[in-house]
């Protein structure tokens, strides 16, 4: 009983190890599973994105994609259809109050917004709304201390009226907040596109139709000389993305894993104890015609065995813990056959490294020693 309970503690950090190792590694993997899967969601069907970057610095170019180009595009066998469309949902507007004028951003305007809720509740509900928002900054260079409620500032060639002013907004942000539909009638008609999403027809090689639509409006863009296009690659991006995951993964389970090194030196302890607890048993065996090799071997087969054992028992701790955690995470953490297959060779590593000078002691041992203690 005395070794029973001896061995158990011993290979508690194992245990422990093992378990805190497995549970984290499948948090991870169910996480990264869970990202990628969403992000892979285009790359698996039949769309592709093609970008444009400008290569002017004014912030009011219209260079990009034109009409002309979706129709080019269209024409490469393979495309079923064209899409044009921004990535920023913003526009540079000037805006203008009584001889005072400010140069900002405008876009629409969102549930997330900053400004009065009662005001963003109106313009959210009414889509052709000419009622605005906009920061501080904007509403002091228009009215300086004056109040701006209620007062008409002209945006382009419309008139708005202003109904609430924000805390929030800076130079790189939307400044005034229009409805969603006086946006795409008003500003985003006017917008440059800089990306456009194309369809492929199923049956069709996707990498190979889009590079067809690369090469020729490269050769052939209205633009082509104003700036660059290229191909949105989701895979390129799903994958840094994985290995970024993975990395952290790997490194928090190794900080875990630490637990494991405190735990072989405790197997180590153990096996010293053993060694001189037996060594009536190793003099007798070398007596009647063991090698040191035999002694060798015994001692670290019982040092891989009860590191091995305490692995399993944490692997199927650990899958209890992950089975608990998945109550609380909002996606599913996943227990893969790597995870439990590194686990168990990490198990009998650390019965091998720390197993093995104990049992070389033992090996070694003098068999004239052995008898005289005998």
Known sequence: MKNKNRN?????????????????????????????????????????????????????????FTQGDAALMSDVDG???????????????????????????????KKSSDGPKNVKKSILNDKNSYDVIISQSVKKDLFKKSSAIGKPIQIGEDMFIVRGVSDGGDEYSANVLVSKGTYKRIFSANSNKDQAKLTIENGKNKKKVSKAVLKKIKANGEYRREGKYHIDDPTKSMKSFQKVLNSVTYFVALVAGISLLIAGIGVMNVMYITVSERRNEIGIRRAFGATGNNIRNQFLTESIVLCVIGGIIGIILGYLAVLIINAFLPFKAVITIYSILISLLVSSAV?????????????KSSLVGLLKEE
């Not at 899967?37 to 285009?42: F, H, M, N, Q, T």
């Not at 019965?351 to 090996?363: C, D, M």
């Open 8 to 64: 158990l503690l011993t290979m508690l950090g194992i245990i422990i190890g093992i378990a805190s190792v497995i549970s984290i590694l499948a948090v991870g993997d169910g996480f990264t599973q869970s990202i990628t899967k969403e992000l892979g969601k285009d790359n698996a069907s039949n769309k592709v994105s093609l970008s444009y970057v400008t290569n002017s610095t004014d912030l009011n170019s219209i260079d990009g």
């Open 351 to 363: 019965g091998l490294l720390f197993g093995f000078i104990p049992s070389n002691k033992a090996a």
């Open 79 to 109: 495309v079923q259809s064209v899409k044009l469309s921004s990535y920023d949902n913003t526009k540079s507007v000037k805006l203008s109050y009584r001889g005072n004028s400010s140069k900002t951003y405008l876009g629409p305007i």
